[in-house]
């Protein structure tokens, strides 16, 4: 089956920064990438997906890139801001979110420093 | 529109108890599902329905059984709870038709098991 790697497990950044959270995944069969915002005792929450047709896609401050060739992709914020303080989770799927569920990688501590 | 929703928010059951977690969609969607999630190991799958009257086995099924009611609810069972089955558990769903495949998430079940 499928296995997401998630670096770094925490990550702590000043406020104005940058942060880049990376994953990398197996199975070359994943054609969907979702990533996910936690916050502390909420739900886990879509904030951008890339799908494997694409290189890259951003919106506002938040960018994946992805490369199959590696099988690697990543979460770029930029200006860090205070909400962004959260965990954040990678994910792959065969299906496109659809039928077979998603396999998470096992989170980063986005710490956003004041 | 509630979304994804989950009852109950919070269990506490005594080892060998049986339980079962409700989830309820309203967004028309094919697809659910089930995660847990652990301190430090993401989100990981147990089981899902691509579409109403089909089950599978995801990642962590040992110890669980789902039934899919309808194609809005679909639930969760622990037949015999285990010490090892205290968790977080999440459903969620998504639309199977067309490229907006994002998995919405329920608010979460916190389940203790002692």
């Known amino acids: 089956g499928e296995n997401v790697e998630q670096h770094p497990s925490t990550l702590s950044v000043q406020e104005g920064d940058s942060a880049v959270i990376k994953c990398t995944y197996s199975d070359s069969a994943s054609n969907y990438f979702p990533w996910y915002k936690q916050e502390l005792g909420k739900r886990p929450q879509l904030i951008i997906d890339i799908r494997s047709n694409v290189g890259e896609k951003k919106d506002q401050r938040i960018a994946v890139t992805l490369n199959k060739t590696a099988k690697h992709f990543s979460l770029h914020i930029t200006e860090t801001q205070p909400e962004d303080s959260a965990v954040y989770f990678c994910?792959?799927?065969?299906?496109?979110?659809?039928?077979?569920?998603?396999?998470f990688g096992k989170g980063t501590h986005l710490i956003i420093q004041p | 529109n509630a979304g994804v929703t989950q009852t109950p928010k919070f269990q506490v059951l005594k080892t060998g108890q049986s339980m079962t977690l409700q989830c309820a969609q309203d967004?028309?969607?094919?697809?659910m599902y089930w995660y847990r999630q652990d301190p430090g190991m993401g989100l990981r799958l147990i089981y899902y329905?691509?579409?109403?009257?089909?089950?599978d086995k995801g990642e962590v099924p040992n110890g669980y059984n789902v039934s899919r009611l309808n194609k809005r609810e679909f639930s969760l069972r622990l037949e015999s709870a285990a010490p090892s089955q205290t968790s977080v558990y999440f459903c969620?769903?998504?639309?199977?038709?067309?490229?907006?495949?994002?998995?919405?998430f329920g608010p979460g079940t916190r389940l203790t098991v002692l």
């Open positions: 967004m028309n969607h094919n697809s």
């Open positions: 329905s691509a579409s109403e009257g089909t089950t």
């Open positions: 994910a792959a799927s065969r299906t496109g979110g659809g039928a077979d569920g998603l396999t």
């Open positions: 969620a769903s998504s639309a199977l038709a067309g490229p907006n495949n994002e998995q919405f």
